[in-house]
Nanobody, 129 residues
Framework: QVQLVESGGGLAQPGGSLRLSCAAS????????MSWARRAPGKGLEWVSG????????YYTDSVKGRFTISRNNARNTLYLQMNSLKPEDTALYYC??????????????????????WGPGAQVTVSS
């Protein structure tokens, strides 16, 4: 049974940092690309960042480039999102997602929400002074 569980959310001040983790189980973690997505209050689901199976290729939406870093530890079945220089507009529920089989390693493929077959319950990130 596939399980994805996010942790590490919380309250941060503008300009601050937070690190999200996603513990994965029930599947061969190293076989699949993974991503982070978020849903801000009153808005739709937005893809944020993706990483390929071995962690050698990463993708980011423009609004987080240079501030967020995605990484993974395949030995620990864990996905990470380091978030620096946080802004109030980063406030959202952040989800970890597993790609379905057969996806290509490209920005256009990783950024499609329908590429993902399992999602975690989410971790709340609030950026406020």
């Amino acid at each position: 049974q596939v399980q994805l569980v996010e942790s590490g959310g919380g309250l941060a001040q503008p300009g601050g940092s937070l690190r999200l983790s996603c513990a994965a189980s029930g599947f061969r973690f190293s076989y699949y690309g993974m991503s982070w997505a978020r849903r801000a209050p009153g808005k739709g689901l937005e893809w944020v960042s993706g990483i390929n199976r071995d962690g050698t290729v990463t993708y980011y939406t423009d609004s987080v480039k240079g501030r967020f870093t995605i990484s993974r530890n395949n030995a620990r079945n864990t996905l990470y999102l380091q978030m620096n220089s946080l802004k109030p507009e980063d406030t959202a529920l952040y989800y970890c997602a597993k790609r379905g089989p057969g996806g290509r390693d490209s920005y256009s493929s990783f950024s499609r929400i329908d590429e993902y077959d399992y999602w975690g319950p989410g971790a709340q990130v609030t950026v406020s002074s």
